[in-house]
């Protein structure tokens, strides 16, 4: 079994910086963790890639974030961490964690994700 959560949620106001953590926890049956990312949904809109990272630490982000966001991983812990500075309103979502998990017995990753938490950027 494989599970997500994230971490590190909050208020905050413009201008402003958070960290967001994700911890992938098992039951020992995990062979591989690919590319890790956080994604962000806004209420009444579609949920987003913010930024993404590889195994590897080739990372891509959302236009709207680059410059303020950083993703970073350790593949050590299976955890993945977005720090985000120069918080703007428009940043206000809720963030969720995924991650592509390969497990014993199967040869292709499936993507799991976390339950999200609120990030609310307003003065």
């Known amino acids: 079994q494989v599970q997500l959560v994230e971490s590190g949620g909050g208020s905050v106001q413009p201008g402003g910086s958070l960290r967001l953590s994700c911890k992938v926890s098992?039951?020992?049956?995990?062979?591989?963790?690919?590319?890790m990312a956080w994604y962000r949904q806004a209420p009444g809109k579609q949920r987003n890639l913010v930024a993404k990272i590889s195994r590897f630490g080739d990372t891509n982000y959302a236009d709207s974030v680059k410059g303020r966001f950083t993703i970073s991983r350790d593949n050590a812990k299976n955890t993945v961490d977005l720090q985000m500075n120069t918080l703007e309103p428009e940043d206000t979502a809720v963030y969720y964690c995924?991650?592509?998990?390969?497990?014993?017995?199967?040869?292709?990753?499936?993507?799991?994700w976390g339950l999200g938490t609120q990030v609310t950027v307003s003065s």
């Open positions: 098992h039951s020992g049956d995990v062979v591989r963790i690919d590319d």
């Open positions: 995924s991650a592509a998990v390969t497990t014993r017995g199967y040869y292709s990753p499936a993507t799991y």
